[in-house]
């Protein structure tokens, strides 16, 4: 799952970026307003880590952007103002929740790992698609109750289907998904499909009542067989 954090103090942002990446998700920052506008105008993200002051504007003002693209990226504000002000317009404007400057890394990413999953599974701690189940949390995928093992990219390209299922997704989106700000290092979108056809192997082979189809022209879909 992909986040981006919007911090300018350097310290914070690499201190965030580390502990989520310990997390295993895909980590994307930017360290003003301008960048931050860019990135939500360009990408999706399962949840944006946002300070509402920002170089260059407000993070209030990018929760408006959002809002104007009819986007459903969870938000998460972190600032050190703690005016009840700010929390009623970040709220009014599509945040999700708000945790005041200074925090607990370890309370940052329950509630990160919350907000997604309140997301994607209805607040469930495990996505369930016909017989497999995907445990976010522990980063285990079980099909029938019986552990299927998958790489890295394996797993986060399932976080992805599971999360969109019966959606046609296209490979830029598939690779942006995974990689991030680091897609230049996933030698060509050819090794999505390398990804995706062992991905699909392994589905077959475990009896997933799930089958993740290739869609001429467009990308893939996955959906209950």
Request: with cysteine; aromatic share 8%; net charge negative.
């Given at each position: 799952?992909?986040?981006?954090?919007?911090?300018?103090?350097?310290?914070?942002?690499?201190?965030?970026?580390?502990?989520?990446?310990?997390?295993?998700?895909?980590?994307?920052?930017?360290?003003?307003?301008?960048?931050?506008?860019?990135?939500?105008?360009?990408?999706?993200?399962?949840?944006?880590?946002?300070?509402?002051?920002?170089?260059?504007?407000?993070?209030?003002?990018?929760?408006?952007?959002?809002?104007?693209?009819?986007?459903?990226?969870?938000?998460?504000?972190?600032?050190?103002?703690?005016?009840?002000?700010?929390?009623?317009?970040?709220?009014?404007?599509?945040?999700?929740?708000?945790?005041?400057?200074?925090?607990h890394l370890a309370e940052l990413n329950a509630r990160v790992k919350?907000?997604?999953?309140?997301?994607?599974?209805?607040?469930?701690?495990?996505?369930?698609?016909?017989?497999?189940?995907?445990?976010?949390?522990?980063?285990?995928?079980?099909?029938?109750?019986?552990?299927?093992?998958?790489?890295?990219?394996?797993?986060?390209?399932?976080?992805?289907?599971?999360?969109?299922?019966?959606?046609?997704?296209?490979?830029?989106?598939?690779?942006?998904?995974?990689?991030?700000?680091?897609?230049?290092?996933?030698?060509?979108?050819?090794?999505?499909?390398?990804?995706?056809?062992?991905?699909?192997?392994?589905?077959?082979?475990?009896?997933?009542?799930?089958?993740?189809?290739?869609?001429?022209?467009?990308?893939?879909?996955?959906s209950e067989a």
């Amino acid at each position: 799952m992909k986040i981006l954090i919007v911090e300018d103090e350097r310290d914070l942002r690499e201190t965030i970026r580390a502990s989520l990446l310990k997390e295993k998700f895909v980590v994307e920052t930017a360290a003003d307003y301008f960048s931050a506008l860019d990135k939500v105008n360009d990408y999706d993200y399962d949840c944006i880590l946002l300070d509402i002051m920002l170089p260059g504007g407000s993070g209030l003002d990018l929760l408006r952007e959002l809002k104007r693209l009819k986007r459903n990226d969870s938000v998460l504000i972190i600032s050190a103002k703690d005016s009840l002000d700010d929390k009623v317009d970040g709220l009014e404007l599509g945040a999700d929740d708000y945790l005041t400057k200074p925090f607990h890394l370890a309370e940052l990413n329950a509630r990160v790992k919350s907000l997604i999953r309140r997301r994607v599974a209805q607040g469930d701690l495990t996505i369930t698609l016909g017989n497999l189940t995907l445990d976010p949390d522990k980063h285990v995928v079980q099909v029938d109750g019986t552990p299927l093992q998958l790489n890295r990219k394996e797993y986060d390209l399932l976080y992805y289907f599971v999360a969109n299922p019966n959606r046609v997704i296209n490979k830029m989106s598939l690779a942006e998904s995974v990689w991030g700000d680091n897609i230049d290092q996933a030698d060509s979108l050819d090794f999505i499909y390398s990804q995706v056809k062992n991905l699909r192997k392994k589905l077959k082979q475990a009896g997933a009542s799930v089958e993740l189809k290739a869609v001429y022209g467009f990308g893939y879909k996955l959906s209950e067989a």
